[in-house]
């Protein structure tokens, strides 16, 4: 079954982390529309931050546990405790590993996701990061048997399709819920992250599979 | 955009340094986390801990209720942004003298959150901890649903109970209790007349048209219940008292304390006009005022406009607000 080390993963991960930095502006101007635009600023100053202190040869578990350290422990918001649970309990189920198959990998997924929900009180239809994060987990599930690549692209595929999705949903939760009706036709700037975070995970998997 | 600010990143490291330089006499900086302030007599004597926490930009809250028989820690976020769970945990941590501590907080999804998470962490370290959400804002959602209502500047009527409370010695769930109380016994409302900008993002993330007032907004402009033209202030001070004696039970022959605090850009002189006619529209109900706080107290920036808080009083509750305080926000000397 093909599978990536789970040593050598920080550069992959701070690879994530330059993708949400540069873009920065972007999700700010999302989250401007109906929330208060602050978004893109924290997501890089957290991942900004974090990416200083994640070396290249960091295991997948180590350079979740500084991505979450810095999260909860320094930008705060609701952003903050909700991306540090979901890193710190995907590194959980990866710890101790030497190797990351498609399994795990969805494993992985479902426990952060799992993590995200005992956290806040959302769920998936509340136009949130849940709408990209829970069907990208049923995704990576339904295709683990399928190999890895396929797990990948099913992933991308399902994360995209639910961050559009959010566009045409009116928020349940956040400061846009407060909104109602004019919280439709703008994308959720937090579904938008997360598949920004998920889609950067899958293309740097990708290249180190074997 | 007229502000004075340096680096926009900077404004909330260099507001906290400011403060606890300017007001050293009531409280000084955690050692253990640069977003945690302290009152002196925090984590001392045999009393349940009182903490606090919220986004910055509300000037003088939260550092500014922190003091002598008020709240002794507070847990500091980014402008309009909740504190981490790891600053209210060292609140929390700090404000514990072996009995407890009660966070009494507002009700806002990234608040709710971290301080779930920090109440988790004091528990494994074996702090006792309990909190008090308050939710005083009443346009934010019907009485019906108070669960998902804001907290406002009620919260500073909480803060003063609970604390006071605390120092007569009384046990956790006691002061728990007694904050509950308090904030059940509370209405706020709320009036925007301009919105507000953060300084990194440069320009207002809503709008509220000259010669308009909107009524019902939140403290970080979440939208009321309804725009209306701009009227006359007794005008609005009847329109603001309306909608809390609608959601309250007050009757003629209650007793109550009423704070009026601006929103940042309304002058103060304006605030006593509305007050003035508060107190008169109040007395005509035959409801009395037992004590006023009138000027910024919670405030959003500088969104122009002001907040109406009223606390029915029973007799404990009233005995709680007379206790002597000092912080740099608040200054109870007297019984009223």
């Known amino acids: 079954m093909t599978s990536f080390p789970n040593t050598g993963s920080g550069a992959m991960v701070?690879?994530?982390?330059?993708?949400?930095?540069?873009?920065?502006?972007?999700?700010?101007?999302?989250?401007?529309?109906?929330?208060?635009?602050?978004?893109?600023?924290n997501m890089a100053k957290g991942f900004g931050r974090a990416a200083e202190r994640i070396a290249d040869d960091d295991t997948l578990d180590a350079s979740f546990a500084i991505l979450a350290d810095v999260l909860m422990g320094e930008i705060g918001g609701s952003m903050g405790p909700l991306y540090g649970m979901f890193f710190s309990d995907m590194g959980d189920v990866v710890a101790g590993k030497d190797r990351i198959d498609a399994l795990t990998f969805a494993a992985m997924l479902d426990a952060g996701c799992e993590g995200v929900m005992a956290i806040g009180s959302a769920k998936a239809g509340d136009k949130c990061l849940l709408d990209a994060l829970v069907p990208a987990v049923a995704a990576a599930k339904a295709n683990a048997s399928l190999g890895f690549p396929a797990v990948l692209d099913a992933v991308r595929k399902a994360a995209a399709e639910g961050r559009d999705a959010t566009k045409d949903?009116?928020?349940?939760?956040?400061?846009?819920?407060?909104?109602?009706?004019?919280?439709?036709?703008v994308l959720d700037a937090g579904a938008t992250s997360c598949c920004l975070i998920l889609t950067a995970l899958a293309d740097g998997i990708e290249p180190r599979l074997g | 955009m007229q502000r004075l600010f340096n680096n926009p990143d900077d404004i909330v490291d260099e507001t906290v340094a400011g403060f606890v330089r300017a007001?050293?006499?009531?409280?000084?900086?955690?050692?253990?986390?640069?977003?945690?302030?302290?009152?002196?007599?925090?984590?001392?004597?045999?009393?349940?801990?009182?903490?606090?926490?919220?986004?910055?930009?509300?000037?003088?809250?939260?550092?500014?209720?922190?003091?002598?028989?008020?709240?002794?820690?507070?847990?500091?976020?980014?402008?309009?942004?909740?504190?981490?769970?790891k600053a209210f945990l060292e609140a929390?941590?700090?404000?514990?003298?072996?009995?407890?501590?009660?966070?009494?907080?507002?009700?806002?999804?990234?608040?709710?959150?971290?301080?779930?998470?920090?109440?988790?962490?004091?528990?494994?370290?074996?702090i006792e901890v309990r909190t008090v959400v308050a939710n005083d804002d009443?346009?934010?959602?019907?009485?019906?649903?108070?669960?998902?209502?804001?907290?406002?500047a009620g919260e500073i009527l909480m803060w003063k109970v609970g604390a006071a409370k605390a120092a007569t010695g009384a046990a956790l769930d006691e002061v728990q209790a007694t904050a509950q109380r308090a904030i059940?016994?509370?209405?706020?409302?709320?009036?925007?007349?301009?919105?507000?900008?953060?300084?990194?993002?440069?320009?207002?993330?809503?709008?509220?048209?000259?010669?308009?007032?909107?009524?019902?907004?939140?403290?970080?402009?979440?939208?009321?219940?309804a725009v209306t033209d701009l009227k006359p202030a007794n005008d609005v001070a009847d329109e603001m008292l309306k909608i809390i004696l609608d959601d309250h039970d007050l009757a003629s022959g209650d007793e109550a304390c009423v704070l009026l605090s601006g929103l940042g850009a309304t002058p103060i002189c304006e605030l006593y006009v509305l007050y003035d006619r508060i107190e008169r529209e109040l007395g005509e109900r035959g409801i009395g005022v037992h004590?006023?706080?009138?000027?910024?107290?919670?405030?959003?920036?500088?969104?122009?406009?002001?907040?109406?808080?009223?606390?029915?009083?029973?007799?404990?509750?009233k005995e709680l607000i007379d206790m002597p305080a000092a912080s740099s926000g608040l200054t109870v000397r007297s019984a009223g």
Do not use: W
Request: overall charge neutral.
């Open chain 2, 23 to 85: 007001h050293r006499d009531l409280v000084r900086l955690s050692d253990a986390n640069p977003r945690v302030v302290l009152s002196h007599a925090c984590g001392t004597g045999d009393r349940v801990g009182i903490v606090t926490g919220g986004g910055s930009g509300h000037e003088p809250a939260f550092v500014g209720y922190v003091g002598e028989t008020l709240v002794d820690a507070v847990a500091v976020g980014e402008l309009f942004s909740s504190p981490t769970a």
């Open chain 2, 138 to 152: 009443v346009c934010s959602a019907p009485m019906a649903d108070r669960g998902r209502r804001r907290g406002v």
């Open chain 2, 92 to 126: 929390i941590r700090a404000a514990d003298t072996g009995k407890g501590v009660a966070v009494l907080y507002g009700n806002y999804a990234g608040d709710n959150m971290n301080v779930k998470m920090a109440s988790r962490m004091a528990a494994k370290e074996g």
């Open chain 2, 291 to 317: 004590r006023a706080f009138v000027g910024n107290y919670f405030t959003s920036l500088e969104m122009m406009g002001a907040t109406l808080t009223v606390m029915k009083l029973d007799d404990e509750l």
């Open chain 2, 184 to 225: 059940d016994a509370t209405r706020s409302v709320g009036i925007g007349l301009a919105p507000c900008t953060l300084p990194a993002n440069a320009k207002p993330n809503f709008e509220i048209a000259p010669g308009t007032m909107e009524i019902g907004i939140g403290h970080h402009g979440e939208p009321g219940t």
């Open chain 1, 169 to 185: 949903m009116v928020a349940k939760i956040g400061r846009a819920s407060r909104l109602g009706e004019r919280s439709r036709g």
């Open chain 1, 14 to 41: 701070r690879k994530v982390a330059q993708i949400v930095v540069e873009n920065r502006g972007y999700l700010s101007e999302i989250d401007g529309k109906i929330g208060d635009g602050d978004h893109g600023n």
